[in-house]
């Protein structure tokens, strides 16, 4: 069985331009998670989706950043005029329902240059 | 707020010395408690969770105690190739999130 499935799974982008971090969930979980880990620091949640709907954005950053788990297709995380700041591994995880394991991808390293 | 507090930040072993990775932890009423595994350059891999105070899961060499406060992740007669940074999250059962709060890992080495 596939697990999480993340990519690319290394970015580079210039100053100004936009991320784009796909997710493709474990066949059959319809919950998925995206978390940041910055160097030296912890996995910090940033939102969490079902198919369609956002149910809590409260870590992401209010500008720039949005998330998406469409109907069909990869959850995408998207990071519109990248700062340096935004240089960190993304992680990508799923879960069955929201009471159970979250299982992570591989992450995407993305790099600001 | 909850919060996730992994003790000692670093720890270097001998091969088949056993020791003892800390989580503390406060959240307002406690769903679950995991522990991931996390290689250089991956993501985290999934160890344990733990439900309830006095509950215990064992895989190979390591084993997972929760109590109200805190949980320890025993590793017994550890070997090099668990060596890696392990981490403590808890998951509250209010507020309606399923998210994550993680502590910041314990790296391990195992030295052969």
């Known amino acids: 069985n596939a697990g999480v499935m993340q990519n690319p799974r290394h970015l580079v982008r210039r100053r100004g331009q936009e991320a784009r971090l796909r997710c493709s969930p474990v066949?059959?979980?319809?919950?998925v998670y995206w978390y940041r880990q910055l160097p030296e620091e912890g996995l910090k949640f940033m939102v969490y989706l079902q198919k369609e709907n956002i149910i809590d954005e409260s870590g992401m950053p209010k500008e720039r950043f949005s998330a998406e788990f469409p109907k069909e297709g990869p959850s995408i995380l998207r990071i519109q005029q990248v700062v340096r700041g935004d240089s960190a591994a993304y992680f990508c995880?799923?879960?069955?329902?929201?009471?159970?394991?979250?299982?992570f991808g591989p992450g995407t390293r993305l790099t600001v240059l | 707020e909850d919060q996730v507090t992994q003790s000692p930040e670093a720890l270097r072993l001998q091969e088949g010395e056993s020791s003892s990775l800390n989580c503390s932890y406060t959240v307002s009423g406690l769903r679950g408690l995991f522990w991931y595994r996390q290689d250089p350059g991956k993501g985290p891999e999934f160890l344990f969770t733990l439900y309830s105070a006095g509950e215990e899961k064992e895989k190979e060499r390591l084993k997972a105690t929760l109590t109200k406060k805190e949980s320890f992740l025993h590793i017994t007669a550890p070997k090099p190739e668990d060596s890696a940074t392990y981490l403590c999250a808890v998951q509250a059962a209010q507020g309606g999130s399923e998210k994550l709060v993680f502590g910041k890992g314990t790296k391990l080495t195992v030295n052969p």
């Open positions: 066949k059959g979980h319809s919950h």
């Open positions: 995880a799923s879960s069955y329902s929201g009471v159970n394991t979250q299982y």
